[in-house]
């Protein structure tokens, strides 16, 4: 077998005892230098790739030197001439890169070929490190994969696309809303939550799709991204797909999907940006990047105007950001003039290949400029904002700190009598000992992306809730601002055997919107929680925020939150 034909091998081969064979281009690297081949074998402008069938690539992370696979399909009708567009496929809740590529059943993997054949677009399905919600090292992977195949192919930048599935299409959204000016258009299906950004999709068009048989609370809340988008004058398509329900529609959207992307252009180098941040790490947008919060734990925005080589800049929240000015299509021969929230800076001429510093101390903006230190698409772990002396978690045998620690997260940033953090579906990792990072703040919750809610209670209604969620496990509900102890072996109503509240006295309680919307909560006949207020904090941004605050994780009065009759 010749160095092109060895490396053309098909992703797959035969099924053996059920199961697929994949062949990384790694291993077929290494097995050139075996054979005595040039390792230099995929070529130019990826002349040296097979087209026609899934090709299975991988890379090495620098998070963990692991090799992370991805599956790649390129039609035959990809233009010889000119750089591909690329569709970023995310899949679903336990799928992995072959998913979208491999399925015959779910997702119809003749129709998705068809749809790139069709529209001449290649298709990249990362791996995303299994049921990540495609956050933290899961956006990590994405963006590793994307770059690891632009060094294989000619990947035209301006038209790389975004789409995904139910916790792909989720992930589609939370991706692309912060990670603006880098996907020319977005398209999930099932891609829930995430509304309170919806000012950063300026320049990225959305395409959602849903079945009309999907749950509620997921139809809600891609209506109000979708409404808030259309407020704001963006484009955007919102589908209901009549008679489908969860993923039904999908083989049929693939074309549609392709067809929209296929006239989307990446706007590079935008007049004005609108970007809203829970968190420090997802602030880059295009020629701006907040780097800090006044308050942290809620949302930071900035509205930048450009005309010429003058700024006019509105804050929101924000101790420190940058600009960069080689990004900004600015004059570098004439000095720059900038205006934060009516306040003159000169920055002077120097600027190009630099970033300018903008920091606010006591009500007053400083201006420096520094070199340039551009931000990287998907870091992960890379700055920290607190420690933790201990390992902490949400289940195990004996440690549930994680959970209490939450509890206390959503009860400050609130402002709540009482806070519930639920546990129910629970997908996330806990957090180790030292530094705590971003990523680790919004690992730890998964699946529990969602604004906070409030909402006036008696002590007796809480504690009838209670009751109604308790188990020998310790229940999914994990209290801050209370006490209570309990008996898994009573009959249900008579569970809470003690606790600290006052039944008469109404209290203010903070949870999660999806918990109440979804039913995560049972809540007894007689009982509503359908008067809530919601918040504009979100849950992964208030740990952020109380994270910050402490310094060092702790959570006071562990002993006494929860205890079960007999320990």
Not at 218 to 237: C, N, S, T, V
Request: a positive charge; one cysteine or more; proline letters at 6%.
């Amino acid at each position: 077998m010749d160095r092109q034909a060895f490396l053309q091998t098909p992703a797959c081969s035969m099924p053996q005892n059920g199961l697929i064979v994949e062949i990384s281009v790694r291993l077929r690297e290494l097995a050139c230098v075996f054979l005595g081949l040039t390792v230099s074998c995929l070529g130019s402008a990826g002349a040296d790739l097979k087209r026609g069938e899934p090709l299975a690539f991988s890379y090495q992370s620098e998070v963990d030197g692991t090799l992370q696979p991805y599956m790649v399909y390129l039609p035959k009708s990809l233009p010889e001439d000119k750089p591909w567009p690329l569709v970023v496929a995310l899949h679903g809740t336990s799928g992995s890169h072959q998913t979208f590529l491999m399925s015959t059943k779910k997702y119809d993997k003749a129709k998705l070929m068809k749809a790139a054949e069709k529209h001449r677009m290649a298709i990249l399905c990362p791996e995303g490190r299994g049921n990540t919600e495609w956050w933290g090292i899961g956006e990590n992977d994405v963006f590793r994969a994307i770059g690891d195949f632009q060094k294989r192919a000619p990947i035209d930048k301006n038209r790389i696309y975004l789409t995904g599935h139910s916790m792909g299409g989720g992930g589609t959204t939370y991706i692309a809303l912060r990670n603006p000016g880098f996907f020319a258009a977005a398209a999930p299906m099932v891609g829930t939550l995430h509304f309170d950004l919806a000012e950063n999709a300026r320049y990225t068009p959305f395409y959602f799709l849903v079945g009309s048989r999907e749950i509620g609370p997921r139809k809600l809340f891609i209506k109000r991204l979708a409404d808030k988008m259309e407020a704001l004058g963006y484009e955007r398509i919102h589908e209901i797909v009549p008679g489908a329900d969860h993923r039904s529609f999908v083989p049929d959207a693939w074309d549609r999907v392709f067809a929209w992307f296929s006239d989307k252009r990446l706007v590079r180098q935008p007049d004005r940006i609108t970007h809203a941040a829970e968190i420090p790490k997802h602030g880059w947008a295009y020629w701006v990047k907040i780097d800090a919060m006044e308050r942290p734990g809620t949302i930071a925005r900035i509205d930048a105007r450009r005309d010429g080589n003058e700024f006019r800049i509105t804050s929101e929240n924000i101790a420190v950001f940058r600009v960069f000015p080689d990004h900004a299509a600015i004059d570098p021969h004439q000095p720059l003039v900038v205006h934060i929230n009516g306040n003159r800076l000169d920055p002077g001429k120097e600027v190009s290949g630099k970033e300018i510093v903008f920091e606010q101390m006591a009500d007053q903006w400083s201006v420096r400029t520094a070199p340039l230190n551009e931000p990287k698409r998907g870091n992960y772990r890379y700055a920290a904002v607190a420690r933790a002396e201990q390992a902490m978690t949400v289940k195990s045998s004996t440690d549930y700190s994680l959970a209490f620690w939450a509890a206390d997260a959503l009860r400050a940033a609130s402002g709540a009598d009482i806070a519930f953090q639920l546990t129910a579906h629970y997908r996330g990792v806990g957090i180790q000992p030292g530094e705590v990072t971003e990523d680790d703040l919004i690992q730890c919750i998964r699946p529990f992306l969602q604004p906070l809610c409030t909402v006036s209670l008696s002590g007796r209604q809480i504690v009838k809730i209670l009751d109604g969620n308790v188990s020998q496990r310790w229940g999914a509900i994990f209290v801050s601002g209370m006490s209570y102890r309990f008996d898994p072996q009573a009959p249900a109503g008579k569970q809470i055997v003690e606790h600290s509240l006052d039944p008469d006295r109404k209290y203010s309680l903070c949870l999660g919107e999806n918990d109440i919307l979804r039913k995560s909560v049972r809540v007894p006949k007689g009982i509503s929680l359908s008067k809530y207020q919601r918040t504009s904090i979100w849950n992964h941004a208030a740990y952020y925020g109380h994270a910050v605050r402490q310094g060092t994780l702790r959570v006071d009065h562990l002993d006494r939150r929860q205890k079960v009759v007999g320990n």
